[in-house]
């Protein structure tokens, strides 16, 4: 690592910043890694000025794996990024020993943080997680970031995660309770150098008017947003110049499709607790931005053709292809 475990809250506040989408991956009909349709999707996604990727987590359909074929996944995305962009990755076993040799595999291929989700069976009162994570940081010195989602089955408490972003290699949160007064309350009580991302694009404005440093972690917001990501680049650029009046105007032009995005997404997801019928409609998203989306691995089915067509006008309209 380029970073000593006492250097990388330090290191991730200087390093950790802009867009880090977590991308869909492309699998074959079979079932396979679609190797070429992934690289191809990497070669865009260092095009459209992505800081970096956070890879292995639900959306990209990481949690149907088996251990070869993440581990395998992982090299491919290493090797086709080639340091050109950061890589980091998403940890979401319940087993402690299981996400350390997978935390080690990585580091070892160059990714340089970690997503850890907590665990989803058995571990569930504040000092069980607690153990968990102090487990991992007293093994790796690599940098972790936690996911504070209803997805896992227990949200993280305000208490806990306090207590956590004291651990030298906690470095942050990606805040997915879907509450703003949470991303509130977490930004005022923790230390200021732990970061709190919110995932979605509707807050991206209320964020840089803030002057919060600016880490859009692990979703897929950017990516989705297709022909009307300048529109997100330019309201950034102005509000970081200090123009807030033009940036909110700039951000306001596109709330029809945050609106959608939100839609299809962000509310199925809070509704089943689950992924699944999230990502299965950002298959052909990804295809008709002209990414690579592929089929969905079974047993999630793939959308309808009926469903397919009608997002594909959907998106059209809104001009985001």
Not at 180 to 187: F, H, I, V
Not at 301 to 320: A, I, M, T, Y
């Amino acid at each position: 690592m380029e970073y000593t475990r006492g250097e990388a809250k330090q290191w991730a506040q200087q390093n950790l910043r802009g867009f880090y989408d977590a991308p869909l991956t492309p699998f074959t009909k079979d079932g396979l890694l679609d190797e070429p349709a992934m690289r191809d999707n990497i070669e865009q996604f260092v095009e459209m000025g992505m800081n970096g990727i956070v890879v292995g987590g639900f959306i990209a359909e990481a949690w149907n794996l088996t251990l070869s074929e993440w581990l395998h996944y992982h090299e491919v995305i290493a090797d086709a990024v080639n340091g050109r962009i950061d890589i980091s990755t998403i940890i979401l076993d319940f087993s402690a020993r299981q996400a350390l040799e997978k935390m080690q595999a990585v580091e070892k291929m160059g990714y340089r943080s970690a997503e850890v989700m907590n665990p989803a069976v058995q571990l569930k009162t504040d000092d069980e997680i607690f153990s968990f994570y102090k487990y991992l940081a007293d093994h790796s010195d690599m940098a972790m970031i936690l996911y504070r989602t209803p997805v896992s089955g227990t949200v993280l408490s305000f208490d806990l995660v306090r207590r956590l972003a004291d651990i030298d290699t906690l470095v942050g949160v990606k805040q997915g309770s879907l509450r703003r007064s949470d991303t509130y309350k977490l930004r005022r009580d923790l230390r200021d150098d732990f970061f709190v991302s919110e995932p979605m694009e509707q807050y991206f404005y209320d964020d840089l008017r803030a002057g919060y440093p600016f880490i859009q972690w692990a979703a897929f917001h950017y990516t989705v947003f297709g022909k009307k990501r300048a529109v997100i680049q330019e309201y950034k650029k102005l509000a970081e110049a200090g123009d807030m009046d033009k940036a909110y105007d700039v951000w306001k032009s596109i709330r029809d499709v945050s609106d959608f995005v939100e839609d299809q997404t962000v509310w199925h997801i809070a509704e089943t607790a689950s992924y699944a019928s999230a990502f299965a409609l950002l298959k052909p998203w990804y295809d008709a931005m002209g990414l690579n989306g592929g089929y969905t691995l079974a047993p999630v089915n793939d959308v309808s053709e009926e469903r397919r067509e009608w997002l594909v006008g959907k998106l059209k309209g809104l001009g985001v292809i």
